[in-house]
Structure formats: C-alpha cells, structure tokens
C-alpha cells in the first residue's frame, strides 16, 4: 500500500454521534434499499439482515474500545470479535431506515474486552447482544504494518465522528505515510 486510501467495502457504520472512553459509543447506519443482498433477504419483503446488523455493532464498539485503549496506555489494540452471547432479533429493519447503534462497555482487560450492544429504531430495540473482543488477535508483521492499521483506524475515525481529536494518533508522523 502507499497511500492512505484504501476500498474496503464493509464499513458498516455511517457516523459516530457519541463516544465517551471508558463508557459507550453511539452511532447511525442506514442500509441502502439497492443493496445486491436485500434481493435475497428476502424476495418481496427486504429486510436487513441481522448478521449485518451485529457486524454494525461490532464495528462501533470496536472503534470505542480501540480508541479508549489508546487514551488508556497508547497503543491500538486491533479488536476482534470473538464471541457472541445472548443475541437476540426483536424486530425486522426494513431497507433505508436509519439504525441507532449503541455500544456499553461492561469490561476492559489487558487483553481483551466486552460490550453489551442495541440496535435500535427510533426507541424500539430490534437487535441486541453481549459481544466479547480479543486484543491483536492477528499478529501485525512488524512496527509498520501497526502504524499502517493505526493511521487507517485515525482515518476512519475521522470520517465518522465530527468530535474526533485531530491529533488522535500524535504518535505518526508524516514520515510514517509512506507505510500506508
């Protein structure tokens, strides 16, 4: 890679609204009516499926706990989904409708940490679960490929929360940009 631009198709978070380290994160998705899946989930009455629903989730209380981890000791800890417990699908979300996504942390350790998630429309929660995430559960080749992650998760963080701190990772220099 060479520049910080990258195509990654499952960014299925469209804004951060809230994010307090340490607490929660809220944010928004709206699934797009014209997506190529809601042709087969289902014929004739399209919902959004709800494996797409906890990756949403997991992809917000990701960014918490990435960027509450790195508030705590300075490092990016890379999470990882690991685990699922007590899912539960109240309602179906119909295409185009906008999803409040709420993420709680419940735990946070060296290594590891756990959330307790709602999707939510309007007030009615339509989805909710305890998800656990391991800490670099993939290892990163070397000090390059962990900046190159970092400056990709700043990048994003950007784009999605307005209140994003604009030195968020002080740490990467200009130098560093042609390891992206």
């Known amino acids: 890679?060479?520049?910080?631009?990258?195509?990654?198709?499952?960014?299925?978070v469209d804004a951060i609204d809230e994010l307090v380290i340490n607490e929660r994160i809220v944010g928004r998705k709206t699934y797009?009516?014209?997506e190529e899946?809601?042709?087969d989930h289902f014929?004739?009455?399209p919902v959004v499926p709800g494996v797409l629903l906890m990756e949403s989730l997991a992809q917000l209380a990701g960014k918490m706990i990435g960027y509450s981890v790195l508030h705590n000791r300075g490092d990016w800890p890379f999470p990882i989904l690991t685990m699922m417990n007590n899912v539960k699908f109240r309602k179906f979300v119909p295409p185009g409708t906008e999803i409040t996504l709420e993420a709680e942390l419940t735990s946070l350790r060296d290594d590891m940490a756990a959330v307790k998630v709602k999707a939510k429309v309007g007030r009615k929660t339509h989805a909710q679960a305890e998800q656990i995430f391991?800490?670099?559960?993939?290892?990163?080749?070397?000090?390059?490929?962990?900046?190159?992650v970092e400056r990709l998760e700043s990048n994003e963080l950007k784009r999605l929360w307005a209140d994003c701190p604009p030195d968020?990772?002080?740490?990467?220099?200009?130098?560093?940009?042609?390891?992206?």
């Open 168 to 180: 968020i990772f002080s740490h990467l220099s200009d130098e560093d940009s042609s390891d992206v």
């Open 43 to 45: 014929p004739g009455f």
């Open 32 to 34: 797009d009516p014209k």
């Open 134 to 148: 391991a800490f670099n559960a993939v290892s990163l080749e070397d000090d390059a490929a962990q900046r190159r």
């Open 1 to 12: 890679m060479c520049n910080d631009e990258v195509d990654v198709r499952w960014l299925l």
């Open 37 to 39: 899946f809601f042709q």
